[in-house]
């Protein structure tokens, strides 16, 4: 199932649009921008019956409980060009909602050949591209003055996407501007979604006021004062005079930076020999070649990822695994160094090279995936990923481009999914414990992984899927996936198991085997973006295996049947799937360090990998060396690091 993509240079979208916002020749203000592309996409638009994709927003999956990212299929039953939405009614469930047209791409195949399918998904481009690049969330909030929006604000939106995609900027502004707006963006649909639901209770005739509603009013006043903080930061960056010198106070100059690494002893209030000890144990780690500095905190910036034989250490006695195992988890986090982030991030962190960890907890509740690996051989020792028991949308790791990950006596917990990997990826999970995940570890194919005395079990759908070019069934069946609780029964090179494994309770099955199209993903899958990529999708297939088709799903919208999709066996990961120019599949090896696909002509600017982040040691010994984030080394006692 193709859809639609195209590729235009900055003339060309600075011209497309200009011709929808300036066709008059008057001075549009910011509350007439809308009225006038719902005049140029009933010109240009089918108003009926074309069949698209749906790309489910996060926010929306997380709302509706769906593994994210979700793709369903559909057809559109009317257009509303006043509010540029469309009634969609959902194939798999024959159900239908009212979307924004900027989240469906039309399907190249039609139903109905009379339809002029190819002005609709040039329309559509043109719309999507502006209100994810162009039009920023605060634009909405902006008083109009009488002046004129495109004259003021287009061309240096326009070249402020492609600034950012063409790397003209740093590589560390790129990364800090990518951030930004993933940020404004989710905060923006968050926002949204807040007030759809206040509006709904005041519609209702509910005056009395609840713990939900103060809740969620408060929610809604944090969410407006970051989004104003994101606007005043972006409204510098677009200028190019202004982000040279936001650069150089934001972040310093190149030639500021120490040649010399330093590192910081992190220690708070305690005995001479608890600080003696601190010290020692330091100095095994820092060695006696830096110079040192002792604090009582210390905040820690990565400007760029997580690279070049890095080491992330605590000096604790913390064992997790044991831990897991002696049901004491929760007795224990307390005591733990602990890595969280303050606010919503979209990743905790991004790792694109050699890299350990050791002896740590990763809160991984604020942020949608833990830890996001690019490339690189990367060790967890003792370590302890937390996720959110009730979202359906976080991943812990997320591992692709010929990456391979070990994981020694650690603990996953609480994730949508716990171990994600992507083709060519190689994983080995020893003596560790996934558990309590809907999904425990995903892999695509051509991945592998290596169990050596591994727990995985109290996972709610399955505990390893495994998705193969070559399903072992026979060539007239139509099965696509095999379901198996044994893993000496499996028989499958991809998978190898050592030692004492365990694999159970988990719901449909420990182990289940999936016919795949060999579709790969790369990191935008992961992160918040609002422009989907070349990424593995979901096919509208049929699956008389799937227990949901028996189900029974209620009429009206999709907040009827919330949390039912992901279980229908339309909406499985199908076969045959492509996207991308003439069926091109996409692989993640293609993009560089910052290209996370894509507006369709490159980079998608709402796709962040989270390069700057700002660590704060709350509490507790440890040491940090700066200077160098590549070899950055981090020693923690009972400590928090807080990314900001």
Request: proline fraction near 2%.
């Amino acid at each position: 199932m193709e859809v639609y993509e195209f590729e235009k240079s900055l003339l060309t979208r600075l011209q497309e649009t200009s011709d929808v916002l300036c066709a008059r020749g008057i001075a549009l203000p910011a509350s007439e921008v809308r009225t006038e592309w719902a005049n140029y996409v009933e010109m240009a638009i089918e108003p009926t019956g074309w069949q698209a994709q749906w790309r489910i927003p996060r926010v929306m999956c997380e709302e509706l409980s769906l593994k994210y990212p979700t793709i369903v299929v559909g057809t559109v039953e009317q257009v509303l060009f006043d509010e540029l939405k469309a009634i969609f009614v959902v194939e798999a469930v024959q159900a239908d909602d009212v979307l924004a047209l900027e989240e469906l791409w039309p399907l190249k195949e039609q139903e109905n050949d009379a339809l002029n399918v190819d002005r609709t998904a040039d329309c559509l481009d043109r719309l999507r591209f502006f209100y994810q690049h162009v039009w920023m969330p605060w634009d909405n909030d902006e008083d109009d003055d009488g002046s004129d929006w495109a004259e003021k604000n287009l061309y240096d939106r326009v070249k402020f996407y492609y600034d950012v995609k063409k790397r003209v900027m740093s590589k560390r502004l790129v990364s800090h501007v990518m951030a930004l707006l993933a940020e404004a963006n989710y905060v923006q649909k968050k926002r949204e979604l807040l007030e759809m639901e206040v509006d709904e209770e005041e519609e209702n005739g509910s005056d009395d006021e609840t713990e939900p509603e103060n809740k969620r009013a408060n929610k809604l006043v944090e969410l407006h004062l970051r989004l104003n903080v994101i606007k005043n930061e972006m409204k510098i960056l677009e200028d190019p005079t202004l982000r040279d010198a936001f650069e150089k106070v934001r972040f310093g100059s190149p030639a500021e930076k120490q040649t010399n690494e330093e590192a910081s002893i992190v220690v708070h209030t305690g005995t001479m020999d608890q600080h003696i000890k601190y010290l020692q144990e330091a100095k095994s780690i820092v060695g006696n070649s830096k110079t040192v500095r002792i604090c009582d905190s210390h905040e820690i910036k990565f400007l760029e990822y997580l690279n070049g034989g890095g080491l992330l250490k605590a000096v604790s006695t913390v064992r997790f695994a044991d831990a897991c195992k002696a049901g004491q988890l929760h007795v224990i986090e307390d005591a733990a160094a602990v890595v969280c982030s303050k606010d919503d991030d979209s990743v905790l962190l991004t790792v694109d090279g050699d890299y350990c960890f050791e002896n740590v907890m990763l809160d991984c509740i604020n942020v949608r995936t833990g830890v996001l690996i690019k490339q690189g051989n990367v060790t967890f020792k003792n370590c302890f990923l937390i996720g959110d028991a009730t979202s359906s949308t976080k991943q812990g790791i997320v591992v692709f481009g010929n990456s391979k990950i070990t994981l020694q006596n650690c603990v996953l917990k609480d994730f949508s999914t716990g171990i994600y990997t992507n083709e060519n990826c190689q994983i080995c999970l020893r003596d560790s414990i996934v558990l309590e995940c809907t999904r425990g570890i995903e892999i695509l194919s051509g991945g592998n992984a290596t169990f050596h005395s591994t727990e995985i079990h109290n996972c709610k759908s399955y505990g390893v899927l495994l998705e193969v070019d070559d399903l072992n069934v026979p060539e007239d069946s139509e099965q696509t996936r095999l379901l198996c609780n044994d893993y000496n029964g499996i028989g499958r090179s991809e998978l190898s198991f050592e030692g004492s494994c365990s694999f159970r309770d988990n719901g449909k099955a420990n182990f289940v085997i999936s016919k795949s199209g060999s579709c790969k993903f790369n990191n935008s899958c992961f992160v918040e973006q609002a422009t989907p990529s070349n990424v593995s999708n979901r096919q509208v297939c049929s699956n008389g295996t799937d227990e949901a088709l028996d189900q029974s799903v209620p009429n009206g919208n999709l907040d009827d049947y919330k949390g039912q999709l992901d279980d229908v066996g339309k909406l499985l990961w199908g076969s045959n799937m492509t996207n991308g120019h003439d069926g091109k599949q996409f692989d993640s090896s293609e993009c560089d360090a910052f290209e996370s696909s894509t507006d369709n002509d490159g980079t998608d600017l709402y796709s962040t990998v989270n390069d700057k982040s700002e660590c704060t040691t709350t509490s507790g010994a440890s040491s940090c060396s700066t200077g160098n984030e590549s070899s950055a080394v981090i020693e923690i006692d009972e400590s928090v690091i807080e990314i900001d």
